[in-house]
């Protein structure tokens, strides 16, 4: 079991930079595939990136090159860095965790989540 806590969200000015984390529990997080998800008001929930547990990284085509995924498994840690942010970034930021190998790393299924750091861009 797999407990997740996101956290660094808030109200920011379209341009500026972020970085959302996410706390995971237990002593396997190093070898979980990480993902970050948004949902944004009225619409579905999209993943954004993801990492594998080796440290390969996807990014959805609307983030590329303003997002970045890492991982710090010394502190059981995933951040998501959000830069030159805009106000269609606006949305709920969900981290999810992977416990099956054999997933893709593009996959969106995903094995346990957490609650959500809103994010707001807005001047």
């Known amino acids: 079991q797999v407990q997740l806590v996101e956290s660094g969200g808030g109200l920011v000015q379209p341009g500026d930079s972020l970085r959302v984390s996410c706390a995971a529990s237990?002593?396997?997080?190093?070898?979980?595939?990480m993902g970050w998800f948004r949902r944004a008001p009225g619409k579905e929930r999209e993943l954004v990136a993801t990492?594998?547990?080796?440290?390969?990284?996807y990014y959805a085509d609307a983030v590329k090159g303003r997002f970045t995924i890492s991982r710090d498994n010394a502190k059981n840690t995933v951040y998501l860095q959000i830069n030159s942010l805009k106000p269609e970034d606006t949305a709920v930021y969900y981290c999810?965790?992977?416990?099956?190998?054999?997933?893709?790393?593009?996959?969106?299924?995903?094995?346990?989540w957490g609650q959500g750091t809103q994010v707001t861009v807005s001047s």
């Open positions: 999810a965790a992977d416990g099956r190998f054999w997933r893709h790393l593009t996959s969106t299924e995903f094995d346990y």
């Open positions: 237990g002593r396997s997080f190093s070898t979980y595939r």
């Open positions: 990492i594998s547990s080796g440290g390969t990284t």
